[in-house]
C-alpha cells in the first residue's frame, strides 16, 4: 500500500505545473485524499484535497481559483494543477490519503504519505 506523486520541478512565477499521486494496493474510492506542501522550518499545510467517494473538494485560500484537485479513478490518480504560480508555493508537495479526515487540512488526520515531490518557483 503505497502512494507516490511525480510532476514537480522549477518553474518560473506565473507558470504551471501538475502534480500526480498514484496509489498502489488500495483504491481511492473510499478515501480523501489530499496535498500538502511544507517548507522546511514550517509547518506541513494543507493545500486541498478531494474526496474519492463523491467528488467534493476542498483548497485552502490560498490556492483557491489557481489550482484544481482531480481524479481519475479508472487510474487510480489524483492530480493537482497548479496555475498562476507565485514563489510562496515553493516546497516539497505531499499526496496523502486516509479513509475519513475529519478535518481535511489537518496532516494528523492521514495515515498513508507519500515521499514528497519538490515544487521550485523562480521568481
Known amino acids: 500500500v503505497q502512494l507516490v506523486e511525480s510532476g514537480g520541478g522549477l518553474v518560473q512565477a506565473g507558470g504551471s505545473l501538475r502534480l500526480s499521486c498514484a496509489a498502489s494496493?488500495?483504491?481511492?474510492?473510499?478515501?480523501?485524499i489530499g496535498w500538502f506542501r511544507q517548507v522546511e522550518g514550517k509547518e506541513r499545510e494543507g493545500v486541498a484535497m478531494i474526496s474519492g467517494y463523491d467528488g467534493r473538494t476542498y483548497y485552502a485560500d490560498s490556492v483557491k481559483g489557481r489550482f484544481t484537485i482531480s481524479i481519475n479513478s479508472a487510474k487510480n490518480m489524483v492530480y493537482l494543477q497548479m496555475n498562476s504560480l507565485t514563489s510562496d508555493d515553493t516546497g516539497t508537495y505531499y499526496c496523502?490519503?486516509?479513509?475519513?479526515?475529519?478535518?481535511?487540512?489537518?496532516?494528523?488526520?492521514?495515515?498513508?504519505w507519500g515521499q514528497g515531490t519538490q515544487v521550485t518557483v523562480s521568481s
Open positions: 494496493g488500495f483504491t481511492f474510492e473510499e478515501y480523501g
Open positions: 496523502a490519503a486516509d479513509t475519513a479526515p475529519l478535518v481535511w487540512a489537518a496532516p494528523d488526520e492521514y495515515r498513508l
